[in-house]
């Protein structure tokens, strides 16, 4: 089997996982469903659930151990002459068009965590995690150091502005361009946070 065939497989495996989690905790809430009933709705062993998901709560939440990473990759990988703030809303508009192409996960993702404080929770902490390796990214970006204000701040604003967008695409029941909020919160953010008038 070839490392692509493996991967896709792999890919594909962690995804009928996460679904399915979702699936059933939408259907009977979160302290309802077991690990095991994950399993065998996503058609896998037990076993199998905890070669990539640690507990149920990570299957629900989808939450891939290398995504904060590729983020901080990505923000990496943008152009020397562009700004922190300008890389990280180019990439959070780039992962917000790959996230609307999702129209089914996403929205049913959002309405099962949002209905669980436990789901919340999971998440800030894993947002949190992830903001450390973003912004050592900025810090290099920025000439400061991973433990200065402005990397950090930077880093921890630019989650609140996806959750924004995405707490707004929620509200218009998943109608509005996602990619389009994402892009209306850094612009504000941008802007420094003018006052509505």
């Given at each position: 089997?070839?490392?692509?065939?493996?991967?896709?497989?792999?890919?594909?495996?962690?995804?009928?996982?996460?679904?399915?989690a979702?699936?059933?905790v939408?259907e009977?809430?979160?302290?309802?469903?077991?690990?095991?009933?994950?399993?065998?709705?996503?058609?896998?062993?037990?076993?199998?659930?905890?070669?990539?998901?640690?507990?149920?709560d990570?299957?629900?939440?989808?939450?891939?151990?290398?995504?904060?990473?590729?983020?901080?990759?990505?923000?990496?990988?943008?152009?020397?002459?562009?700004?922190?703030?300008?890389?990280?809303?180019?990439?959070?508009?780039?992962?917000?068009?790959?996230?609307?192409?999702?129209?089914?996960?996403?929205?049913?993702?959002?309405?099962?965590?949002?209905a669980?404080?436990?789901?919340?929770?999971?998440?800030?902490?894993?947002?949190?995690?992830?903001?450390?390796?973003?912004?050592?990214?900025?810090?290099?970006?920025?000439?400061?150091?991973?433990q200065?204000?402005?990397?950090?701040l930077?880093?921890?604003?630019?989650?609140?502005?996806?959750?924004?967008?995405?707490?707004?695409?929620?509200?218009?029941?998943?109608?509005?361009?996602?990619?389009?909020?994402?892009?209306?919160?850094?612009?504000?953010?941008?802007?420094?946070?003018?006052?509505?008038?």
């Amino acid at each position: 089997m070839t490392s692509g065939l493996r991967d896709r497989k792999k890919a594909a495996t962690r995804r009928a996982l996460h679904v399915a989690a979702l699936e059933l905790v939408a259907e009977r809430g979160l302290d309802a469903v077991s690990v095991d009933e994950i399993a065998t709705a996503a058609d896998v062993s037990p076993r199998t659930f905890f070669n990539y998901f640690p507990t149920k709560d990570d299957a629900v939440l989808g939450l891939d151990p290398d995504e904060s990473g590729s983020v901080a990759a990505a923000v990496a990988a943008r152009p020397g002459d562009e700004t922190p703030v300008e890389a990280l809303r180019a990439v959070a508009v780039e992962r917000a068009a790959v996230m609307a192409r999702d129209g089914e996960l996403w929205p049913l993702r959002m309405r099962v965590v949002d209905a669980s404080p436990v789901l919340l929770a999971h998440l800030a902490a894993a947002f949190g995690r992830g903001d450390h390796e973003v912004a050592a990214v900025l810090a290099a970006r920025s000439g400061t150091g991973p433990q200065d204000l402005y990397p950090l701040l930077l880093a921890g604003v630019s989650g609140v502005a996806m959750r924004t967008a995405l707490h707004r695409w929620l509200a218009t029941d998943f109608t509005a361009s996602l990619p389009d909020l994402v892009d209306e919160a850094w612009g504000v953010l941008a802007a420094g946070l003018p006052a509505p008038r």
